[in-house]
């Protein structure tokens, strides 16, 4: 094959796209995610409002997101990433700089709920979609690629809106940050583009490979089945990223230290999701998908037991390279599982219930705090819920492999035939 006919294949353009979606996916879920995780004692001090009530924004927010993504990923399919990524950046922009004026916890709810359904939720399931339509070879990698820039902003986002509230209080803090996010994401939305029409694309690999076998599942019952298991998934990822830096405060440490220690959890959840990215290649994206699940599961309930600074710092290099890859491995499997006509849909519906299991685990996280005083309950019920994933995600992967299987099977003899 010739360069030319390689650069048909895989256009150079695909590149700016893995990258401007990295970026926007930094900034869009650090602050929709776990960015309002610095907000829970600045809050809690200024208006004596309890954690439960404060992480409920976080939910209201991750709810509007949720039912966004389904939304924006269906307005995506029939028009066009960009169109979809453009209105959400200046959403998003707009809810962030509206809430530095809230005075009560009803606005809070509002604002961040319209940030989550007009806002992250069109960034969010259309942009991951079209990256992987851009790459029709190595996609678990430039999916891994792009969920480390998501890990960035996880990482980032709260690290840096804490400096900022140390420096000039919570209102400016969420100011400036409105104001970041619309200089940095509109722009970035106008470099997003659909993927040329390619044919003959799988040419370069006539062998039959798993991923590119046919699953006789519909994208129904994919969207349902991946979103039970992430559900529960995210029930368990969400209580470290939302109630980490309180713990940690707890502990007698600086919002600032506690801040640090998450930066540093998704700072090495950087390299944690693209390797599990270029694992998911190597091994299938369920396999990946269940190795991280499981070192998640693990690992969540032992940040209890940590009462110093330096062990927190070490927990969470450990805990963060594995648990990063969940996110990976799960768009991976919506890629492979999936036709690309519904993609942008049947992952809509997918983090529907990766949202709402964000905000349930992050609410219930703040309410056993507010009923026992700690939050050993807490990250007891994470473990649960991490459990209850795996069990899912087991059932998927030995229905898939066998109906795999008999594909495999049949292409066989057809091709000895």
């Known amino acids: 094959m010739n360069a030319e006919s390689e650069t048909e294949i895989e256009p150079v353009y695909r590149w700016v796209i893995l990258a401007a979606t990295a970026v926007m996916l930094a900034i869009g879920m650090g602050v929709m995610v776990n960015g309002f995780s610095v907000f829970f004692i600045p809050l809690s001090q200024e208006f004596g409002w309890?954690?439960?009530?404060i992480a409920f924004i976080n939910f209201s927010g991750l709810i509007g997101l949720a039912l966004g993504g389904i939304v924006m990923g269906r307005v995506s399919d029939r028009t066009s990433a960009?169109?979809?990524?453009?209105?959400?950046?200046?959403?998003?922009?707009?809810?962030?700089?509206?809430?530095?004026?809230a005075e009560t916890l009803w606005q809070f709810y509002v604002?961040?709920?319209?940030?989550?359904?007009?806002?992250?939720?069109?960034?969010?399931?259309?942009?991951v979609a079209n990256v992987g339509n851009w790459f029709k070879t190595g996609a678990g990698l430039a999916i891994g690629i792009t969920a480390a820039g998501q890990a960035v902003g996880q990482g980032g986002v709260p690290f840096g809106t804490a400096v900022l509230i140390g420096s000039m209080g919570w209102r400016d803090a969420l100011l400036a940050l409105g104001l970041i996010t619309l200089f940095l994401l509109i722009p970035l939305a106008l470099l997003i583009r659909k993927p040329p029409e390619t044919a003959g694309a799988k040419t370069a690999n006539p062998s039959i490979e798993e991923d590119d076998l046919p699953v006789p599942l519909s994208p129904n019952v994919?969207?349902?089945?991946?979103?039970?298991?992430?559900?529960?998934?995210?029930?368990?990822?969400?209580?470290p990223l939302m109630h980490l830096v309180p713990l940690i405060q707890d502990r007698g440490f600086p919002l600032q230290d506690a801040g640090s220690v998450l930066f540093l959890m998704l700072l090495v959840a950087i390299a944690g999701r693209v390797a599990f990215g270029k694992l998911a290649d190597m091994i299938g994206a369920i396999r990946a998908y269940w190795i991280a699940s499981c070192w998640q599961t693990i690992l969540v309930f032992g940040y209890v037991f940590i009462d110093t600074l330096n062990g927190f710092y070490i927990y969470a290099v450990i805990y963060g390279f594995g648990y990063a890859g969940v996110m990976t491995?799960?768009?991976?499997?919506?890629?492979?599982?999936?036709?690309?006509?519904?993609?942008?849909?049947?992952?809509?519906?997918?983090?529907?219930?990766?949202?709402?299991?964000?905000?349930v685990g992050?609410?219930?996280?703040?309410?056993f705090f507010d009923l026992t005083g700690n939050y050993t309950v807490t990250f007891a019920n994470a473990a649960l819920a991490g459990i209850i994933n795996l069990i899912i995600v087991g059932s998927l992967y030995f229905t898939v492999t066998r109906r795999r299987t008999v594909w495999r099977s049949e292409i066989e003899f057809a091709q000895e035939s």
């Open 50 to 53: 309890q954690r439960g009530s």
């Open 82 to 101: 960009r169109s979809v990524s453009l209105l959400g950046s200046i959403v998003l922009g707009l809810c962030i700089l509206a809430s530095s004026w």
């Open 111 to 127: 604002l961040f709920f319209l940030a989550g359904f007009l806002g992250a939720g069109a960034l969010f399931a259309p942009l």
């Open 222 to 239: 994919v969207a349902v089945w991946l979103g039970a298991a992430v559900f529960f998934c995210c029930t368990c990822m969400s209580v």
């Open 329 to 359: 491995g799960l768009l991976v499997c919506v890629r492979v599982l999936t036709p690309i006509s519904r993609r942008a849909s049947v992952l809509g519906i997918v983090m529907l219930f990766a949202w709402l299991g964000h905000g």
């Open 362 to 367: 992050g609410y219930q996280g703040g309410f």
